[in-house]
């Protein structure tokens, strides 16, 4: 079986502007979770998916939103880019709702200039 | 609310050491669940082993053994003979079972072996 695959893997962009990150779960796998991984924080829990309804959100702004779709493909958006927000970004997907292992993508590695 | 510490920040040993990182967690819940995963440079996070919180049996798989302890909140890993490819930063997490997926990460403890 393929991997979770995140695209685009690298993105620079300004103060201001907004960005949307993609990611493709594994296959039969319908909860997708997003993780943001900077030097100061750690890895911190952003939100989670699953069948398209968000189940879980973790203590960041309304900036930053998400979705899933009927294919349990889920895109995450940060919009109004701080330069705090340069971090990699890290997909994972699981086959069940709860307590089941994770697996990652390879992320995107955002840079906000 | 739950917690995840990773005490040690960076261990380094020498190829074929033994190696064992320490991992504390705190939770309210009854039902949970415990993990590590490891981080190689690429940056991509591997799951290793899960754990959850009604079997304390420990185990060994391969190279790698756990060792968890209810009673110190305690979530052990030990590489045993190491290798310049376990070289990587480690994680452990922690999964409520009210909570979903959600994990819950320590800060993480960087691991060098030297040939």
């Known amino acids: 079986k393929a991997g979770v695959t995140q695209t685009p893997r690298y993105l620079i962009k300004t103060r201001g502007q907004q960005v949307t990150l993609s990611c493709s779960p594994i296959?039969?796998?319908?909860?997708v979770s997003w993780y943001q991984q900077t030097p100061g924080q750690g890895l911190q829990f952003l939100f989670e998916?699953?069948?398209?309804?968000?189940?879980n959100k973790g203590n960041f702004p309304g900036r930053f939103s998400g979705r899933q779709f009927s294919n349990s493909r889920s895109e995450m958006n940060v919009s109004t880019l701080e330069l705090g927000d340069s971090a990699l970004y890290l997909c994972?997907?699981?086959?069940?709702?709860?307590?089941?292992?994770?697996?990652f993508g390879p992320g995107t590695r955002l840079t906000v200039t | 609310a739950q917690k995840v510490t990773q005490a040690q920040t960076e261990i380094s040993v020498v190829e074929k050491e033994d190696v064992t990182l320490d991992c504390v967690y705190e939770t309210r819940d009854t039902t949970y669940y415990l993990f590590w995963y490891k981080q190689p440079p690429s940056g991509e996070l591997v799951f290793l082993i899960r754990?959850?919180?009604?079997?304390?049996q420990n185990e060994i798989s391969g190279r790698y053994s756990w060792n968890f302890q209810k009673s110190t909140s305690s979530f052990n890993f030990t590489i045993t003979a190491s290798q310049v490819v376990d070289s990587a930063v480690y994680f452990c997490a922690l999964s409520e079972g009210a909570a979903g997926n959600k994990l819950t990460f320590g800060g993480g403890t960087r691991v060098l072996v030297k040939p």
């Open positions: 296959s039969g796998h319908r909860s």
């Open positions: 998916y699953f069948s398209e309804t968000q189940r």
């Open positions: 754990r959850n919180s009604f079997d304390e």
């Open positions: 994972a997907s699981s086959l069940g709702i709860t307590g089941r292992e994770q697996y």
